[in-house]
Nanobody
């Protein structure tokens, strides 16, 4: 059974950092494209970052560019989203997804809550 499990969310103050993890089971992440998405209350789901199978040219949305970094650790079968200089507008449930390409992500995690508040 293919599963993704996010962790690492929490409550932080503006300017602080968090690292989200997305651990895979039932398949090997290095064979798949990965994406991170988020959804804030009352808003549509937003693509935050994604990386192809070959890990070239990761994508970042304008709202997180320069602050967030996507990476993968194949030995741990885990993908990370390092989030620095967090802002209140980054508050959302964050999801990871995997698939054959960055436009065909079909395995989703359950999400992890990130709250940025003073």
């Amino acid at each position: 059974q293919l599963q993704l499990a996010e962790s690492g969310g929490g409550l932080v103050q503006p300017g602080e950092s968090l690292r989200l993890s997305c651990a895979a089971s039932g398949f090997t992440l290095d064979n798949f494209a990965i994406g991170w998405f988020r959804q804030a209350p009352g808003k549509e789901r937003e693509g935050v970052s994604c990386i192809s199978k070959s890990d070239d040219m990761p994508y970042y949305s304008d709202s997180v560019k320069g602050r967030f970094t996507i990476s993968r650790d194949n030995a741990k079968n885990t993908v990370y989203l390092q989030m620095n200089s967090l802002k209140p507008e980054d508050t959302a449930v964050y999801y990871c997804a995997a698939g054959d390409s960055t436009v065909n992500l079909w395995a989703w995690g359950q999400g992890t809550q990130v709250t940025v508040s003073s």
